[in-house]
């Protein structure tokens, strides 16, 4: 018997997938990696008080009630230089030169800006009465210690970068890349980089998971067209596996070829179903041998590139134990839109000026690949979608 | 007298910057560059006409008006492979297998579905009428020879990828990679592989830059921390203008060290502006040195961020002719948020459940860019946002 699962019930499958292992990196490798461990500040953040102005660091209660009119006169101690420790202390009735970043010195809680001072044959003149701790950042004002920063699962982007090289964290435990071997089969297909002979087709599927893999923070590995013949492709699968944590083997589920799938799933593992409700890509399988995953996608480029971008990427995503937000545009559906019942459906869509049009497929899956912004989910048990109906466009 | 501009003047600048050379790549390296030429199709694709399911290839006229109470017996030819051009052409009162995808025989033009026929001692039975080219793909139904399918300046990415394998496009002409310089300024800064010492401050910026560059196709090369010395920082920036196509300078914009970074702007080209209206990140400086570039920028590490990320990006896009769509999420202002006149703005923003909340900046750089989510811009001669107005979150 055929098992056909919801999407639902596959992604909840994705919650019990194994766990890849973490690594460390340098934070100059780690760019679109996955966090495994929280990030916790050890130390205050800029860990030490600084002046947020370039002007004279002082005691806040000798500028009190000071004005233009009667300004307050502060014999000059000298000058603070950024990035050096201040020899300088404060008394009352002194100031010093302080740069913008520069360390207060013990003593002085305010800094008088440059702008409402002026020298007078060697003392400072301040024109305006200070607040204490005015123009003053303290030292734990960015990050205090023990502050969760990143947390674990995020994707490493240029930010994080900025922020772990902030912290000095330069190594970071990252989930090591998962490795997939993809398997293009079909007698029909020939490679993209063959000359074409009708009525041979190129293959789409293999080239796009390399790419997607890759964008996802995965090691694909591309073996090649196997066509339709069960010995050979248990062999490719086997030795897929071997070097692999997975194997996508796209065509492999379709109508022709959908029964030699299955027994090889089943030399290999075990098949933990035999169909998705959803369209398109229903011809999705999945089997897992031993801690390994052999997932086949439809052959149909639209079809495979659906199945990876809304199910496929969930379990990639569960391997990593990856936290991701879903990027949507919403808009309004342009025309009416009749889906049938029992398959929850991935509808291809153009958007401009927050006005969405379906693409109608036929087999067009290039000009669909090529014009598509995005794909509206319609539930399983919904009917379709009304003229004006707002709507989510999931990039 | 020092040229400060707005953003838009400053923008309308990067339209006559120099644009960089194309080179040609394979498809497995055009991930995240920019194409230089429209990819238009040379041929029809699928190239040939197909059924789009499993069934019998035949003449749509034998089976006018048939029905399952008065089915049409055909004479069943044999059977066509997928991949393969068929032998058979086929005449009145005449059938063929035809699997998905296989190519139609010469004479037949309609499919009937596998699940509407029946095998009849070596006849097949069809009970159901089809229409002319039911069940055909025709050849140019997914792309025609000469349709634009890639406009240039899209940054390619896996659906790209999968389009371009299917039109066998395996070598791209993609704009080669622009080189970045990136050297950190101020005494104050440290190595985040370096042990802190008070009041010393790690280098953020080299860091941000280095991978902020990468994700936008750019080939970083740090060239390290130079301490407040012009003659040092003439010396290294030199080098790195010679090594590179432009050269970003962090830190070497503000008070303290602006003067010489003017002078070494001034001995090595021509100064474009010495600052820009827009907060944060006012102290941003532009040189033109013979077609190369160099770019102070800011050294507070969210004002540099910023000013990366809403005008420099666009100058690399203009160096790149890329077209790029400006993603965006829409909300509403949790609180009333009150702006100066005369700078553009760009405020740091948490968004959550469509409520769009400021992040109150002090001097809390790590932590702001940490938690913000994407930027709310206020206009120039904006006055700021009322509780309750709705805006875009600029990702």
């Known amino acids: 018997m055929l098992k056909v699962i919801s999407v639902d019930e596959c992604i909840n499958l994705f919650g019990n997938i194994r766990i890849v292992e973490d690594e460390e990196v340098d934070i100059d490798d780690a760019l679109n990696r996955v966090l495994s461990t929280d990030i916790v500040s050890k130390q205050n953040l800029p860990g030490f008080n600084r002046s947020s102005v370039d002007g004279y660091a002082l005691k806040a209660k000798d500028t009190y009630l000071c004005s233009e009119s009667m300004p307050a006169v502060l014999c000059y101690k000298g000058e603070i230089k950024i990035g050096i420790k201040p020899e300088i202390d404060i008394e009352d009735g002194e100031c010093v030169y302080i740069p913008t970043g520069g360390m207060m010195p013990k003593g002085a809680d305010g800094v008088a800006m440059i702008e409402d001072c002026e020298g007078l044959k060697g003392d400072i003149v301040v024109n305006k009465s200070l607040a204490r701790w005015e123009n003053v950042v303290f030292e734990d004002d960015d990050v205090a210690c023990g502050n969760l920063v990143i947390g674990s699962g995020t994707t490493i982007n240029s930010n994080h970068a900025a922020v772990l090289s902030g912290l000095g964290k330069t190594r970071v435990r990252v989930k090591r890349r998962i490795r997939v071997g993809i398997i293009s089969t079909g007698d029909e297909l020939i490679s993209p980089y063959d000359e074409q002979e009708v009525p041979k087709v190129r293959d789409i599927n293999g080239f796009y998971l390399k790419q997607v893999l890759k964008?996802?923070?995965?090691?694909?590995?591309?073996?090649?067209?196997?066509?339709?013949?069960?010995?050979?492709?248990?062999?490719?699968?086997?030795?897929?596996?071997?070097?692999?944590?997975?194997?996508?083997?796209?065509?492999?589920?379709?109508?022709?070829?959908?029964?030699?799938?299955?027994?090889?799933?089943?030399?290999?593992?075990?098949?933990?179903?035999?169909?998705?409700?959803?369209?398109?890509?229903?011809?999705?399988?999945?089997?897992?041998?031993?801690?390994?995953?052999?997932?086949?996608?439809?052959?149909?480029?639209?079809?495979?590139?659906?199945?990876?971008?809304?199910?496929?990427?969930?379990?990639?995503?569960?391997?990593?134990?990856?936290?991701?937000?879903?990027?949507?545009?919403?808009?309004?559906?342009?025309?009416?839109?009749?889906?049938?019942?029992?398959?929850?459906?991935?509808?291809?869509?153009?958007?401009?000026?927050?006005?969405?049009?379906?693409?109608?497929?036929?087999?067009?899956?290039?000009?669909?690949?090529?014009?598509?912004?995005?794909?509206?989910?319609?539930?399983?048990?919904?009917?379709?979608?009304?003229?004006?109906?707002?709507?989510?466009?999931?990039?």
């Open 215 to 395: 964008e996802d923070g995965c090691l694909p590995n591309y073996y090649g067209i196997v066509g339709d013949d069960e010995e050979d492709l248990y062999n490719s699968v086997k030795m897929a596996l071997d070097e692999n944590d997975m194997v996508f083997l796209s065509g492999g589920s379709s109508a022709g070829n959908r029964d030699f799938t299955i027994n090889i799933m089943e030399r290999l593992g075990r098949v933990l179903f035999h169909g998705i409700a959803v369209k398109p890509g229903k011809p999705t399988l999945m089997a897992d041998c031993h801690g390994k995953y052999i997932i086949g996608l439809p052959g149909h480029p639209l079809s495979c590139a659906v199945v990876y971008r809304f199910i496929i990427k969930k379990l990639i995503d569960s391997m990593y134990c990856r936290k991701r937000d879903e990027l949507y545009i919403e808009g309004a559906m342009a025309q009416n839109y009749h889906k049938a019942k029992g398959r929850e459906e991935y509808l291809p869509v153009t958007i401009k000026d927050g006005i969405v049009n379906p693409i109608y497929v036929k087999s067009s899956a290039i000009s669909v690949i090529a014009r598509c912004r995005g794909f509206v989910r319609i539930e399983r048990d919904a009917e379709g979608i009304l003229e004006g109906q707002r709507v989510e466009v999931l990039l």
